[in-house]
């Protein structure tokens, strides 16, 4: 999308994959966050920072991944003030179209205090050294000044200057711990706009947290007061409460631009579909009540609401469905639907790309479904689209299952399962039926793994809807999500189960751990 002329363009730092992949319990391998960024390409971001190299070989490699299949947007990857971060950044944007790196360095006076024990001077001269030896091997550098928003403004304006002197690209402010409100925040911009010399050289960028629920609200106050671009993620995953929702500030913009007169370059048609990917692979489920992309959105639930907008749609609806690219959701297809009329469905809900064994692989699940389910609404055939669009070796995979539940008995399942040694299958009993699926694919597939996390949603309305269930394996230290799907649930459930069986043993071949990760102090 181009910006109407006399619109400011606000660019879009996409951090998903960094400061989104902080929140608990989520772990993407290397091959989802190649997907992520693919999606978050087609939705047009700038800047997508795609990891922390640093942290671990595997989250350098899936950094080095990303620069190599990104085309369309400048990579980035993020740095602590010191040599050995610099490096890995160096080393994993080898292959990139447009690298660029992103060094940090606390500048509040409670982490100068307990964290960095480092005086003003010292901070000052840490961050002229670190971005004195980026600029040696990078074009671009983004300076964050950490725990901006709780920094002194007349030393923020200080660490500014000194990053425009020594030739960053863009400086940004983050609200580190979602501490600011709009007002505050925004006169930090509008200080530095007005004192700090050689301003307009560079980029101000916005990064804000959600504690206190006022992250979109910020970022919004940071591009009135002279922001040029907005940190935050998709869905607003990330680090506690999470990050600034990109798809929140786009909208915005984009629906009182009367207001705003900013605009992103978003394809705001890509923002529904990069959603739901974000949520599948991480497996953090979108809120119903979230603005934007919840189910809720634009379901007008009271008769008033619904009376007006049956009259006239703008009465309670303030952005179009189809603005996100969602699609109308009524019956679309049932059993006897064709194969025509499928692939037309398909490039109607976006997968215009399927090779013709995609397409065919897709009508042969859709038709198993239209046996089980009288009416396939969209969210159904998307589902079942989505299901397997990161291909993962297929180690184990679920042949039979059989449950009997009684009221006045202990469940049983019978489990008949695909392994490398064969095919096996034994029956177990649990204290509810999903427990005694468990205590089976857990004793056939012989490996010790925790069920950390288990979630279940309906795809679409009824009770013979599809069910969707996400679980967390963990085994050691290394995580797995898995997702299933089926018009029953215990069998989803199975799916799932079994899918995060065949992610733990791929990721078993590609050494990226949570502890890696999370053992790596700030500086
Ligand atoms: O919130 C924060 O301060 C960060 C920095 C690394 C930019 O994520
Ligand atoms: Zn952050």
Redesign the pocket.
Known sequence: MRVNPIMRKIYVFDTTLR?GEQSPGVNLNTQEKVEIALQLEKLGVDRIEAGFPAASPGDLAAVNAVARAVKNASVMG?ARSVEKDIDAVYEALKGAEDPAIHI?LATSPIHRKHKLRMEKEQVLETAQRAIRYAKKHFAKVEF?A??AGRTELDFLCQVTELAVREGVTVV?I?D?VGYMNPQEFGNIFKTLKETVPGIERIQLSA?C?DDLGMATANSLAAILNGADQVEGTINGIGERAGNTALEEVALALATRADFFGAQTTLNLKEIAKTSRLVSRLTGMVVPGNKAIVGANAFAHESGIHQDGVLKEKTTYEIISPDTIGLKDSKLVLGKHSGRHAFREKLVDLGFENLTEEQLNAAFGKFKDLADRKKEVSNEDIIALLEEKLVEIPEVFALEQLIVSFDSHATPTAKVRLKTPQGVVETTSEGNGSVDAIYQAIGSLAQVEAILDDYMIKSVSDGTDALGEVHVVLMKGDVSAQGRGISTDILEASARAYVDALNRLSDKRNAPRSRKDRDNVTLV
């Open positions: 400061d993020l940090f964050s950490e725990d940004n983050p580190t990064h947290h």
